[in-house]
Protein backbone atom coordinates (compact mmCIF):
# COMPACT_ATOMS: atom_id res chain seq x y z
CA UNK A 1 0.00 0.00 0.00
CA UNK A 2 1.76 3.26 -1.08
CA UNK A 3 1.74 6.62 1.48
CA UNK A 4 -0.56 9.44 -0.32
CA UNK A 5 2.05 12.61 -0.72
CA UNK A 6 -0.39 14.70 1.82
CA UNK A 7 0.14 11.85 4.63
CA UNK A 8 2.65 12.40 8.21
CA UNK A 9 5.48 10.07 7.90
CA UNK A 10 7.03 11.08 10.91
CA UNK A 11 5.92 12.63 14.74
CA UNK A 12 6.43 16.52 14.47
CA UNK A 13 9.31 16.90 16.80
CA UNK A 14 9.66 18.84 19.53
CA UNK A 15 11.32 21.67 20.29
CA UNK A 16 13.43 22.30 23.77
CA UNK A 17 10.67 25.22 24.02
CA UNK A 18 8.12 22.28 24.23
CA UNK A 19 9.97 20.12 26.54
CA UNK A 20 10.69 22.64 29.03
CA UNK A 21 7.36 23.72 28.90
CA UNK A 22 5.60 20.06 29.49
CA UNK A 23 8.27 19.90 32.81
CA UNK A 24 7.35 23.39 34.18
CA UNK A 25 3.95 22.44 33.44
CA UNK A 26 4.15 19.06 35.81
CA UNK A 27 5.30 21.52 38.82
CA UNK A 28 1.44 23.36 38.68
CA UNK A 29 2.96 26.69 38.58
CA UNK A 30 -0.24 28.68 39.37
CA UNK A 31 -0.37 26.72 42.61
CA UNK A 32 3.12 27.94 43.52
CA UNK A 33 2.19 31.63 42.78
CA UNK A 34 -0.45 30.91 45.53
CA UNK A 35 2.08 29.48 47.89
CA UNK A 36 4.56 31.96 47.79
CA UNK A 37 2.13 34.69 47.83
CA UNK A 38 1.36 33.72 51.63
CA UNK A 39 4.83 32.71 52.45
CA UNK A 40 6.39 36.06 52.16
CA UNK A 41 4.49 38.02 54.27
CA UNK A 42 4.60 35.58 56.77
CA UNK A 43 8.47 36.52 56.86
CA UNK A 44 7.39 40.13 56.88
CA UNK A 45 5.72 39.31 60.25
CA UNK A 46 7.90 36.81 61.27
CA UNK A 47 10.66 39.85 60.86
CA UNK A 48 8.05 42.37 62.46
CA UNK A 49 9.65 44.52 59.23
CA UNK A 50 11.41 43.62 56.08
CA UNK A 51 13.79 40.19 56.00
CA UNK A 52 17.13 40.13 54.36
CA UNK A 53 16.29 40.53 50.69
CA UNK A 54 18.64 37.21 50.43
CA UNK A 55 16.81 35.05 52.64
CA UNK A 56 13.59 35.76 51.61
CA UNK A 57 15.51 34.99 47.83
CA UNK A 58 16.46 31.54 49.56
CA UNK A 59 12.88 30.64 51.14
CA UNK A 60 11.14 31.90 47.38
CA UNK A 61 13.40 29.31 45.69
CA UNK A 62 13.84 26.49 48.07
CA UNK A 63 9.85 26.78 48.27
CA UNK A 64 9.63 26.62 44.36
CA UNK A 65 11.29 23.96 44.70
CA UNK A 66 9.12 21.73 47.08
CA UNK A 67 6.01 23.09 45.48
CA UNK A 68 7.36 21.93 42.11
CA UNK A 69 8.03 18.18 43.73
CA UNK A 70 4.68 17.91 45.17
CA UNK A 71 3.04 18.79 42.06
CA UNK A 72 5.16 16.57 39.38
CA UNK A 73 4.66 13.82 41.86
CA UNK A 74 0.74 14.12 42.82
CA UNK A 75 1.10 14.30 38.67
CA UNK A 76 2.52 11.04 39.05
CA UNK A 77 0.25 9.13 41.02
CA UNK A 78 -3.03 10.62 39.54
CA UNK A 79 -2.25 10.16 36.11
CA UNK A 80 -5.21 7.99 35.41
CA UNK A 81 -7.86 9.86 36.97
CA UNK A 82 -6.47 13.05 35.35
CA UNK A 83 -6.93 11.45 31.53
CA UNK A 84 -10.93 10.90 32.63
CA UNK A 85 -10.96 14.54 33.97
CA UNK A 86 -11.49 17.22 31.53
CA UNK A 87 -10.04 19.96 33.89
CA UNK A 88 -7.00 17.97 34.12
CA UNK A 89 -7.10 15.88 30.69
CA UNK A 90 -4.06 18.52 29.17
CA UNK A 91 -1.62 17.89 31.66
CA UNK A 92 1.42 16.59 30.31
CA UNK A 93 1.40 12.59 31.23
CA UNK A 94 -1.96 12.89 29.94
CA UNK A 95 -0.98 13.84 26.55
CA UNK A 96 2.04 11.51 27.08
CA UNK A 97 4.29 14.74 26.86
CA UNK A 98 6.73 13.51 29.60
CA UNK A 99 7.24 9.73 30.16
CA UNK A 100 6.30 8.78 33.85
CA UNK A 101 9.16 7.70 34.72
CA UNK A 102 11.19 10.65 33.67
CA UNK A 103 8.12 12.75 36.12
CA UNK A 104 8.86 10.59 39.01
CA UNK A 105 12.79 11.44 38.76
CA UNK A 106 12.16 14.91 37.95
CA UNK A 107 9.81 15.26 41.23
CA UNK A 108 12.16 13.23 44.03
CA UNK A 109 14.92 15.16 42.35
CA UNK A 110 13.16 18.55 42.52
CA UNK A 111 12.35 17.41 46.58
CA UNK A 112 15.61 16.45 47.27
CA UNK A 113 17.37 19.97 45.57
CA UNK A 114 14.36 22.09 47.94
CA UNK A 115 15.57 20.16 51.30
CA UNK A 116 19.10 20.77 50.79
CA UNK A 117 18.96 24.30 49.39
CA UNK A 118 16.77 25.03 52.17
CA UNK A 119 19.44 23.59 54.88
CA UNK A 120 21.95 25.46 53.41
CA UNK A 121 20.68 28.74 52.98
CA UNK A 122 17.99 29.23 55.91
CA UNK A 123 17.94 26.29 58.71
CA UNK A 124 17.27 22.73 59.41
CA UNK A 125 13.34 23.98 60.60
CA UNK A 126 12.52 24.97 57.20
CA UNK A 127 14.02 22.31 55.34
CA UNK A 128 12.76 19.52 57.89
CA UNK A 129 9.23 21.33 57.56
CA UNK A 130 9.57 21.72 53.87
CA UNK A 131 10.09 17.76 53.64
CA UNK A 132 7.41 16.90 55.63
CA UNK A 133 4.78 19.38 53.72
CA UNK A 134 5.99 17.27 50.72
CA UNK A 135 5.57 13.58 51.69
CA UNK A 136 2.18 14.43 53.25
CA UNK A 137 1.12 16.22 50.32
CA UNK A 138 1.64 13.12 48.10
CA UNK A 139 1.04 9.85 50.54
CA UNK A 140 -1.16 11.53 52.75
CA UNK A 141 -3.09 13.20 50.55
CA UNK A 142 -2.66 11.94 47.40
CA UNK A 143 -2.45 8.77 47.84
CA UNK A 144 -4.56 7.96 50.83
CA UNK A 145 -7.25 10.53 51.60
CA UNK A 146 -8.10 11.75 47.76
CA UNK A 147 -9.82 8.36 46.39
CA UNK A 148 -11.46 6.99 50.16
CA UNK A 149 -13.41 10.00 51.68
CA UNK A 150 -14.98 13.44 51.12
CA UNK A 151 -12.88 14.68 53.57
CA UNK A 152 -9.70 14.67 51.44
CA UNK A 153 -9.63 18.09 50.71
CA UNK A 154 -9.99 19.39 54.60
CA UNK A 155 -7.41 16.96 56.00
CA UNK A 156 -5.11 16.94 52.67
CA UNK A 157 -4.82 20.58 52.97
CA UNK A 158 -2.55 20.87 55.44
CA UNK A 159 0.45 20.72 53.07
CA UNK A 160 -1.12 23.50 51.34
CA UNK A 161 -0.60 25.87 54.63
CA UNK A 162 2.94 24.71 55.47
CA UNK A 163 4.35 27.60 53.15
CA UNK A 164 3.54 29.81 55.92
CA UNK A 165 5.08 27.78 59.07
CA UNK A 166 8.48 27.05 56.65
CA UNK A 167 8.65 31.27 55.97
CA UNK A 168 8.35 32.00 59.53
CA UNK A 169 10.97 29.06 60.80
CA UNK A 170 13.12 30.30 57.54
CA UNK A 171 13.64 33.86 59.72
CA UNK A 172 12.96 32.86 63.00
CA UNK A 173 14.45 29.10 63.29
CA UNK A 174 11.20 27.82 65.38
CA UNK A 175 7.50 27.83 64.70
CA UNK A 176 5.65 31.20 66.50
CA UNK A 177 2.08 31.12 67.04
CA UNK A 178 1.24 33.60 64.54
CA UNK A 179 2.36 31.01 62.03
CA UNK A 180 -0.08 28.71 63.60
CA UNK A 181 -2.70 31.62 63.26
CA UNK A 182 -1.80 31.75 59.20
CA UNK A 183 -1.76 28.04 59.10
CA UNK A 184 -5.10 28.22 60.68
CA UNK A 185 -6.52 31.02 58.55
CA UNK A 186 -5.14 28.58 55.36
CA UNK A 187 -6.65 25.12 56.60
CA UNK A 188 -10.11 26.76 56.85
CA UNK A 189 -10.03 28.69 53.56
CA UNK A 190 -9.15 25.51 51.69
CA UNK A 191 -12.03 23.70 51.80
CA UNK A 192 -14.78 26.78 50.80
CA UNK A 193 -11.83 27.26 48.27
CA UNK A 194 -11.56 23.87 46.89
CA UNK A 195 -15.24 22.94 47.03
CA UNK A 196 -16.85 25.91 44.98
CA UNK A 197 -14.69 24.48 42.38
CA UNK A 198 -15.70 21.28 42.90
CA UNK A 199 -19.33 22.10 42.34
CA UNK A 200 -18.63 23.66 38.81
CA UNK A 201 -16.97 20.11 38.39
CA UNK A 202 -18.74 17.28 40.11
CA UNK A 203 -19.41 15.47 37.06
CA UNK A 204 -15.95 15.45 36.24
CA UNK A 205 -14.84 13.89 40.27
CA UNK A 206 -17.79 11.78 39.67
CA UNK A 207 -16.67 10.24 36.26
CA UNK A 208 -13.13 9.64 37.74
CA UNK A 209 -14.17 7.95 41.10
CA UNK A 210 -12.64 10.94 43.56
CA UNK A 211 -15.73 11.15 46.11
CA UNK A 212 -14.84 15.53 46.38
CA UNK A 213 -17.77 16.34 48.56
CA UNK A 214 -19.97 18.00 45.77
CA UNK A 215 -19.65 14.55 44.07
CA UNK A 216 -20.97 13.00 47.05
CA UNK A 217 -23.55 15.64 48.45
CA UNK A 218 -25.87 18.06 47.50
CA UNK A 219 -25.37 21.48 46.92
CA UNK A 220 -27.64 22.42 49.81
CA UNK A 221 -25.17 20.31 52.02
CA UNK A 222 -21.97 21.54 50.23
CA UNK A 223 -22.83 25.07 50.38
CA UNK A 224 -23.74 24.98 54.43
CA UNK A 225 -20.35 23.17 54.91
CA UNK A 226 -18.46 26.44 53.14
CA UNK A 227 -20.53 28.75 55.42
CA UNK A 228 -19.11 26.25 58.68
CA UNK A 229 -15.61 26.77 57.40
CA UNK A 230 -16.01 30.43 56.30
CA UNK A 231 -17.22 31.59 59.29
CA UNK A 232 -14.18 29.25 61.21
CA UNK A 233 -11.18 31.11 58.41
CA UNK A 234 -12.74 34.73 59.40
CA UNK A 235 -12.29 34.15 63.00
CA UNK A 236 -9.45 32.26 63.08
CA UNK A 237 -7.75 35.16 61.46
CA UNK A 238 -8.89 37.76 64.00
CA UNK A 239 -6.62 35.97 66.48
CA UNK A 240 -3.75 37.42 64.77
CA UNK A 241 -4.69 40.84 65.91
CA UNK A 242 -2.73 40.98 69.09
CA UNK A 243 0.83 40.32 66.41
CA UNK A 244 -0.70 43.09 64.00
CA UNK A 245 -2.19 46.29 64.53
CA UNK A 246 -5.06 48.33 63.58
CA UNK A 247 -4.22 47.95 59.94
CA UNK A 248 -4.78 44.56 59.82
CA UNK A 249 -7.48 44.42 62.28
CA UNK A 250 -9.45 46.61 59.77
CA UNK A 251 -8.87 44.39 56.77
CA UNK A 252 -9.41 41.06 58.71
CA UNK A 253 -13.01 42.64 59.54
CA UNK A 254 -13.78 44.42 56.11
CA UNK A 255 -12.74 41.31 54.02
CA UNK A 256 -14.22 39.05 56.24
CA UNK A 257 -17.49 40.38 55.98
CA UNK A 258 -17.65 40.59 52.65
CA UNK A 259 -16.58 36.91 52.15
CA UNK A 260 -18.77 35.87 54.67
CA UNK A 261 -21.92 37.84 53.09
CA UNK A 262 -20.92 36.16 49.51
CA UNK A 263 -21.15 32.63 50.84
CA UNK A 264 -24.35 33.29 53.10
CA UNK A 265 -25.63 34.20 49.43
CA UNK A 266 -24.47 31.14 47.66
CA UNK A 267 -26.16 29.08 50.80
CA UNK A 268 -29.25 30.30 50.49
CA UNK A 269 -30.20 30.06 47.14
CA UNK A 270 -29.14 26.61 47.43
CA UNK A 271 -31.40 26.22 50.62
CA UNK A 272 -34.39 28.11 48.02
CA UNK A 273 -33.74 24.85 45.61
CA UNK A 274 -32.79 27.36 43.16
CA UNK A 275 -29.14 27.56 41.30
CA UNK A 276 -26.26 29.75 40.80
CA UNK A 277 -22.47 30.07 40.03
CA UNK A 278 -20.54 28.48 42.73
CA UNK A 279 -17.33 30.02 40.96
CA UNK A 280 -18.00 33.95 42.04
CA UNK A 281 -17.22 32.64 45.19
CA UNK A 282 -13.96 30.20 44.12
CA UNK A 283 -12.70 33.39 42.72
CA UNK A 284 -13.86 35.75 45.53
CA UNK A 285 -11.45 32.97 47.98
CA UNK A 286 -8.41 33.54 45.78
CA UNK A 287 -9.27 37.28 46.42
CA UNK A 288 -9.72 36.99 49.81
CA UNK A 289 -6.32 34.96 50.67
CA UNK A 290 -4.20 37.08 48.37
CA UNK A 291 -5.84 40.42 49.92
CA UNK A 292 -5.82 38.82 53.82
CA UNK A 293 -2.08 38.49 53.29
CA UNK A 294 -1.14 41.34 51.73
CA UNK A 295 -2.61 43.46 54.28
CA UNK A 296 -0.17 40.96 56.79
CA UNK A 297 2.67 42.20 54.81
CA UNK A 298 1.71 45.76 54.84
CA UNK A 299 0.97 45.78 58.42
CA UNK A 300 4.52 44.21 59.40
CA UNK A 301 6.40 46.65 57.53
CA UNK A 302 4.32 49.94 58.75
CA UNK A 303 1.53 49.15 61.29
CA UNK A 304 2.17 49.45 65.37
CA UNK A 305 1.41 46.62 67.60
CA UNK A 306 -2.58 46.92 68.69
CA UNK A 307 -1.38 46.44 72.34
CA UNK A 308 0.76 49.90 71.69
CA UNK A 309 -2.59 51.94 70.07
CA UNK A 310 -5.00 51.26 73.11
Not at 37 to 44: D, F
Not at 193 to 198: C, E, F, G, T, Y
Not at 205 to 234: D, E, H, K, N
Request: glycine share 8%; aromatic share 10%.
Amino acid sequence: MSITADAPTTTPRRTIKDVVRAYVALTKPRIIEQLLVTTIPAMLLAQRGIPSPWLVLATMVGGTLAAGSAGALNCVVDADIDAVMKRTSARPLVKHEVPVRNALVFGVILGVLSCGFLWLTTNWVAAVLCVGAILFYVFVYTMLLKRRTSQNIVWGGIAGCMPVVIGWAAVTGDVGWPALVLFGVIFFWTPPHSWALAMKFRDDYARAGVPMLPAVATPRQVSFRIVLYSWAMVLCGLLLVPATSWIYAVAAVVLGAVFLAAVHKLHNVYRRGGETNPMKVFHLSNTYLCAVFVMVAVDSAIGLPVTSVF
